[in-house]
């Protein structure tokens, strides 16, 4: 039967690991983490969408080998999946952002870092240290250019490979559960990347240098994007407008993000959104994805759609509610053995064999249709990634 060893007595999924982690917060911090903006429409469809998506397998296939492994900011990676920036994991664990880099770092993925981490760009890259992972740093550009100069500094300093700029929040959304209890960071945690002597625990007094620049334009992308060695992604592009802009910014990638439904409620859940930006950027930039990932399957719908990359937000803070580092090692390991048992079983053995087709959605017959392979865009697409320092 082969059935493959259990890593945890209780956690066979991350959809387990979500019960026992929540069971093992505050209400004010679970409900920070697991809830977003307004009703929740959109967290809970980011999920659900994934259902909506049903797959095909392929049969007689030698899969005796499978590949999982694949490149993302110029790293291998065990697989196409990284964390995506979330804030505070200490209000998750002790182990904090330190102890997710280490687990990222022992088994081959990458990291985005939040700003609002609490630890500091240069700790979390250094537990990487010669693991040969990598590792991007998320900024939500604020209205003081020194703040944001800084930061892009320093993480430049810390070896970071790409710099991932959040476009979704020009202000913060709407999130009701941080009203009603009142949520805001413990006086005993700080958030190193962004100065020592703000008062973080303050969210609500005006302070240019937190304040969300709600004057964000495709300008200052570009003049960021110039200002920088390191390759930039845009997270938070939700149609295929904004990343046919994100294309002519020359930006190396997007992150197909609605934040995981902490910004508009009601947004389209990002599976949803991802196939018109595959189809209209046409290979020329990395597209990557993120909220309501869950599963191997999930992983492999993405790719199968079109995504270059997956990254996960809250499934490390539940690892690291659960058990601290080894909890997210634990939940890497889960959508690892999902990934592979699920490339196995579909007829893959390498990531490039992964393919629309490998799709079916119900269509308004109420029948499911296999979707249309995306044509080579490599020989359609002539030239590299748009060299965004040329342009200015
Ligand atoms: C607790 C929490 C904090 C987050 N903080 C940030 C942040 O500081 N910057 C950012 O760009 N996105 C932030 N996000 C959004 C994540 O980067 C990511 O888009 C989202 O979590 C993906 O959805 P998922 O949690 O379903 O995987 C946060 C998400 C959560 C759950």
Redesign the pocket.
Known sequence: MNRKATRDSVVFSISDLQREASQKLSTTVRE???E?AMDLVT?KD??AAYDRLRLRPRVCVDVAKVDASTECFGSKVAFPLGF?????HKLAHKDGECGTSRAAAKFGINM?L????TDSIGDVTAMGAGAGNAYGM?V?LTEDPATNTRLIRDAEAAGCKSL?I?V??PALGRRLNEYRNNFSLPKHLTFPNMGADMDHSDVVTYDPRKAYDAALTWTKIRHIAATTTMDVYL??VQTAEDALEAVRCGVAGI?V??????QVDSAVA?IDALEEIVDAVQGRIQVHI?????RGSDIFKALALGADHC?????P?WGLAYNGEEGVSLAIQLLYDEFATTMTLMGCTKISDIKRSHLSRMGPDGGFHKLQDLPDWSSKVAGPILDVHARL
């Open positions: 920070y983490y697991n977003g967290v980011n999920t995506s920036p979330a804030a505070m985005l939040s700003q609002y981490a998320q939500c991932v959040t979704d929040a997270k938070g992150i993000s609605n934040h995981g439904g902490r990002t993120d909220g309501g990932i869950r990254w996960v937000g809250r499934v803070i």
